[in-house]
């Protein structure tokens, strides 16, 4: 079981930075968008962030939801892995 401490930690990360960290590089788009490639289909402009909404989606993969499910998309790991992540307690290799 994951502590409930952890799991606050994960989803209190920051979506931007967790992108960029997943080797997303990010430009700024429209008023509180950041955008950038997809690391799973590629395509440009792809991967949305809202700042505002703290939410992504890729229009590519036609996927999107949080922080950790960023993780979870890009690494295709589990939700435990990701909130590790995410919590700095693991790296994912992949």
């Not at 990010?26 to 909404?53: F, H, S, W």
Request: aromatic letters at 4%; charged letters at 25%.
């Amino acid at each position: 079981m994951i502590p409930a401490e952890t799991i606050r930690t994960a989803y209190s990360a920051d979506l931007t930075a967790t992108a960029e960290r997943l080797g997303v590089q990010l430009r700024t788009g429209r008023a509180n968008e950041r955008v950038g490639r997809c690391p799973l289909c590629g395509g440009d402009d792809q991967l949305r962030i809202n700042v505002k909404a703290k939410v992504w989606l890729c229009r590519g993969c036609n996927k999107g939801g949080d922080v950790v499910g960023l993780v979870r998309h890009v690494h295709r790991a589990p939700f435990a892995e990701a909130v590790a992540f995410l919590a700095n307690e693991e790296s994912i290799h992949g």
